[in-house]
C-alpha cells in the first residue's frame, strides 16, 4: 500500500508560489502594439499581434489550471491536518 506523503510547509510553500504565479499571469501585458515601429515590418508586426491575441487565449486557459490547482492545494492545507486528528484519534482509541 502505497502512503501519501507530504510536508505542510511544502504544501504551504507550493501554495504560496502557485499565488505569485497566478498573480503575474494575472496582470502580464500582452498589447504589443507600443513596439510597431521597432519592430521595422508590418509583417512581423502583425505576426506578434497574432502571438499576443493567441498567447492572450491561452494565457486565460493556464490561468484557470493553475487557480484550480491552487484551490486543490489550499484545500490539502485545510483538509489535511483535519484528517490528521482524526486518524490519530481512531488509532489511539481503546
Known amino acids: 500500500m502505497t502512503d501519501l506523503r507530504i510536508s505542510y ?3 504551504a510553500a507550493t501554495n504560496g508560489a502557485l499565488l505569485a504565479l497566478i ?5 502580464i501585458q500582452t498589447d504589443t ?4 515601429g521597432a519592430m521595422g515590418s508590418g509583417d512581423v508586426a502583425g ?3 497574432n502571438f499576443a491575441g493567441n498567447w492572450s487565449i491561452h494565457r ?3 490561468l484557470g ?6 484551490s486543490m492545494v489550499q484545500g ?3 483538509d489535511f491536518p483535519e484528517t490528521d486528528r482524526k486518524a490519530a484519534g481512531w488509532l489511539t482509541k481503546k
Open 65 to 70: 489550471n493553475m487557480q484550480n490547482v491552487q
Open 33 to 36: 502594439s507600443a513596439y510597431d
Open 47 to 49: 505576426a506578434m499581434d
Open 60 to 62: 486565460k486557459k493556464l
Open 23 to 27: 498573480n503575474d499571469m494575472e496582470n
Open 76 to 78: 490539502a492545507l485545510t
Open 9 to 11: 510547509a511544502d504544501l
